[in-house]
């Protein structure tokens, strides 16, 4: 019920894009407040990159776990983990539905947790993600509404 378990699912993906645009996409903007950004490994869906965040160095890591008679109808299942200055400070297991976008899985169970000062920056980190969504998202139906009353001619 803390979020931390969201928090994580999100964090992880917008790392990876973060780092990708650091690299190869200057029109994209990372957000300031995360710096050096570096892909540790990466090999396809299964990651991990490190990062600072408001100078505080951490890391993440992601890794889907595949069954040798993959269903198509079931839900993927992976880990991800968050690390502060090189420690494992939150793992946890993962879910995403047959069909969903790439970056949309949902918490299942904390599988590792220890309690220190990089909760209070996970939280935030969570907070500009959801803030950073609604406003793609408005901008989108802004986009949709002009074009809609682009349309529509006025006699």
Not at 13 to 40: G, I, N
Not at 49 to 66: H, L, M, S
Request: contains cysteine; charged residues 30%; glycine residues 6%.
């Amino acid at each position: 019920s803390s979020g931390i378990g969201d928090a994580l699912a999100a964090l992880v993906w917008d790392v990876r894009r973060f780092v990708a645009w650091s690299c190869h996409a200057k029109d994209r903007s990372v957000p300031s407040e995360y710096t050096d950004l570096e892909m540790v490994a990466d090999n396809m869906k299964d990651f991990a990159a490190r990062f600072a965040y408001r100078g505080r160095r951490y890391g993440v890591t992601f890794k889907e776990f595949t069954s040798s008679h993959p269903d198509p109808h079931a839900d993927s299942r992976g880990e991800a983990y968050l690390s502060a200055d090189g420690v494992v400070v939150l793992g946890v297991a993962m879910t995403s539905r047959p069909g969903a976008a790439y970056d949309d899985w949902r918490p299942t169970t904390i599988e590792a947790f220890r309690p220190g000062s990089w909760i209070p920056d996970l939280l935030e980190m969570h907070r500009e993600h959801q803030r950073a969504l609604q406003a793609c998202e408005a901008k989108a139906r802004d986009e949709i509404t002009s074009r809609r009353a682009a349309m529509i001619s006025l006699e």
